[in-house]
């Protein structure tokens, strides 16, 4: 299942933001890139719908594997875990993250890489 569009983060400016002036953090089989939102990057349209979220994406290149079946499964993985995540808590600050995958992901267990994001996302505070 898809992150909602209230917490979904889109177009390349925000990319570009996130990749220039975020905050880096690393874990072992995964990076985690935290900034504040600027709603002046998104389009008119997405404006109106970023609310106090966190808005976040996942990125998963052909270097964590070759096949988009895998890459999705982790994907959905991914989405369907910080969107149940995010709806639980209580401190809703207005931060857009970006969580990028390391080639050696695949091979881990979803339980562990599941943890991994959860340590990720409580030490940037978003938790």
């Known amino acids: 299942m898809v992150l909602p569009l209230s917490m979904r983060?889109?177009?390349?400016?925000?990319?570009?933001?996130?990749?220039?002036?975020?905050?880096?953090?690393?874990?072992?089989?995964?990076?985690?890139?935290?900034?504040?939102?600027?709603?002046?990057?998104?389009?008119?349209?997405?404006?109106k719908v970023a609310t106090s979220y966190c808005q976040c994406a996942v990125a998963?290149?052909?270097?964590?594997?070759?096949?988009?079946?895998?890459?999705?499964?982790?994907?959905?993985?991914?989405?369907?875990?910080?969107?149940?995540?995010?709806n639980k808590t209580t401190t809703n600050s207005c931060n857009w993250a970006l969580l990028s995958l390391k080639p050696n992901s695949s091979k881990k267990e979803d339980k562990i890489l599941l943890e991994e994001c959860d340590r990720l996302f409580s030490n940037a505070g978003l938790f």
């Open 9 to 47: 983060l889109k177009g390349y400016r925000c990319f570009y933001y996130l990749n220039k002036s975020g905050k880096k953090f690393h874990g072992p089989s995964m990076v985690l890139k935290v900034a504040k939102a600027k709603t002046k990057l998104l389009k008119p349209n997405h404006r």
């Open 60 to 86: 998963i290149s052909t270097k964590v594997s070759k096949r988009a079946v895998i890459r999705n499964r982790m994907r959905r993985l991914f989405h369907n875990h910080l969107r149940v995540r995010l």
